[in-house]
């Protein structure tokens, strides 16, 4: 059971459309099966013979407090350069997976009650709670909906750490109603595209989000680069838009110092023609400029090319010889690190080691661009290991054993190769098959960490790899011996496409009914 809580400003616009048929009539038998008084029949609107609902009655009963208490129901308009703040009108949903049984408005109602007392909006036999109604329109979840505002003292309420409680509430009851089990709060989650994203997404026909999109081309940007400066150029040459921020007192006998970072999405614009920015803070906790800087230092630059010195911009040229090596170095450190995970290592050394093998499949799918068109290895298996490779509480793993830092090193290394080329097949399918082992590993070291929900995000994100290496290997099996294919694509370099290729498909509207009944939260 997922739960997403959000809050506004019009109680009125939220019942309407939890009451209403939806944006593709999915709401079907909308009804109010709990409420704050315990008689949810009492504000269950009629319904006019066109089959719309008078909702003034249910609307007026929520909002009463607020109303004589004089809070405003209508978002202010924010003074120049403030923020609004966060409105009365709390809502959540709860969400139960695809393969668990549809529960009953009666035990739906139980839940809600429950969440409403842990939350402290509405404690069990507290006269002055919050005024709340749980609606229902799907077999799969229900919506709450109250106005923080309490009903005898009128006083304004502000749930504590609300998201945490809503939590617990869910991994309780999945225990309780025998449903999928869910991870527990534990900070290390990003935050997935909101509805009005993925309507946009919709509109634009483009397959993901701006903010789905921009996280995968940071990542991979932070795996070509080794600082600020490079990692500003990586994006831009993957087509992101990028605004450097600077310190306003210069170091001295420097210039000023970069210290933040923003990105947007090329044609992602809002309603007064201006780019939607998001900083690496807002995509990811572990992209935030800082935490980016503390992933470069964890491991030295990667070993001097074949007969020269280290090379400090990504947009060097490759040798052939050097090609090879980076394949041949990645392949070896990806088996000696799922050699160390299958000896037993459980401890912080297996968290470096997971966060190190994310880094290794944005560089494997930086490269296997060319074999891999429907983007298993950068997009499904990456989101997936992603959420399984983060460290519960934490930004980034404690420490680094040196085995996480061979492996950051390779990933750096095979990173600078940027394509195998077109027809490097064989090498590809190395490249993956190696990487697909490692995360089998990592897949039963969540198993033995007991974090589940990490172990199956693992679990798929090897089936993705196992997909695209079997796929590689039969095109090797056309096109001939991997290194010859190696020597043919020297100084070949990927277009945009070759990363970001997933914008430029239409998004259907089953892909997107797909994510909204998964969840948008990750």
């Known amino acids: 059971m997922i739960a997403k809580v959000s809050r506004g400003w019009r109680v009125e616009g939220l019942v309407r459309y939890l009451m209403g048929p939806g944006r593709f009539n ?74 668990d049984p549809v529960l009953s408005d ?65 991994r309780d009851w999945e225990r309780k109603l025998g449903l999928a089990p869910t991870a527990a709060a534990d900070r290390s989650s990003v935050t997935g595209p909101t509805q009005a994203e993925q309507e946009k997404a919709l509109r634009r026909g483009v397959e993901e989000t701006s903010r789905e999109w921009l996280r995968r081309m940071s990542r991979v940007a932070a795996v070509q680069a080794r600082d600020p400066e490079g990692f500003v150029a990586a994006l831009k040459d993957l087509g ?36 939607v920015w998001f900083s690496g803070r807002t995509l990811a906790r572990d992209l935030s400029l800082p935490n980016l800087e503390r992933r470069w230092s964890s491991a030295p630059p990667p070993a001097p090319v074949v007969g020269g010195a280290p090379r400090r911009t ?14 041949d170095d990645a392949v070896s450190s990806m088996e000696h690190a799922t050699a160390t995970l299958a000896s037993g290592e459980t401890g912080v050394g297996a968290d470096g080691i997971a966060h190190a093998a994310g880094d290794m499949l944005c560089a494997v799918g930086v490269v296997t661009g060319c074999q891999d068109p429907d983007g298993r290895v950068r ?40 394509t195998v080329g ?36 693992a679990h798929r994100s090897c089936g993705a790899l196992q997909a695209s290496a079997r796929s590689s290997a039969a095109r090797a099996a056309v096109s001939g011996p991997a290194r010859g294919g190696v020597a043919r ?16 498909s239409g998004l259907h509207e089953s892909t997107y009914r797909e994510k909204q009944r998964r969840g948008r939260g990750r």
């Open 422 to 457: 077109r027809h490097g097949e064989g090498d590809g399918a190395r490249l993956v098959l190696a990487l697909a082992r490692l995360v089998a590993e990592i897949a039963a070291l969540r198993e033995t960490q007991s974090r589940l929900a990490q172990a199956r995000a």
């Open 489 to 504: 694509s020297v100084g070949q370099r990927p277009p945009v496409s070759a990363t970001g290729s997933a914008r430029s």
């Open 26 to 99: 999915e709401h079907t038998g909308q009804r109010v099966v709990a409420s704050w008084d315990g008689a949810p029949e009492k504000y269950q609107p009629a319904q006019d013979v066109a089959g719309g609902w008078d909702l003034r009655g249910l609307v007026d009963a929520v909002s009463a407090p607020a109303v004589a208490a004089g809070v405003g129901l209508r978002e202010p308009r924010a003074e120049a350069g403030g923020r609004v703040r966060r409105g009365p009108v709390w809502h959540c949903s709860l969400r139960n997976a695809p393969g």
């Open 314 to 327: 990504y947009r060097a040229s490759v040798s052939p010889q050097e090609r090879v090596a980076a394949i």
């Open 240 to 275: 992101v838009l990028v605004r450097a921020r600077s310190s306003e007192v210069p170091a001295a006998g420097q210039g000023a110092a970069m210290v933040g970072y923003s990105v947007a999405a090329p044609g992602d614009l809002t309603a007064a023609g201006q780019p």
């Open 379 to 418: 997009r499904e298996a990456g989101n997936d290991l992603d959420r399984a490779a983060r460290v519960p509480e934490q930004v980034l793993p404690a420490r680094w054993s040196p085995v996480a830092q061979v492996l950051r090193q390779s990933a750096w290394r095979l990173a600078s190769v940027r």
């Open 106 to 170: 009666a035990q739906w109602a139980q839940v809600v009650e429950d969440l409403m007392d842990r939350t402290g909006i509405a404690a069990r036999g507290e006269l002055d709670g919050c005024r709340w109604v749980a609606i229902r329109h799907a077999d799969d979840h229900v919506h709450v909906a109250a106005v923080l505002v309490r009903q005898e003292s009128g006083k304004r309420v502000h749930p504590f750490r609300d998201f945490v409680r809503a939590r617990e509430t869910c």
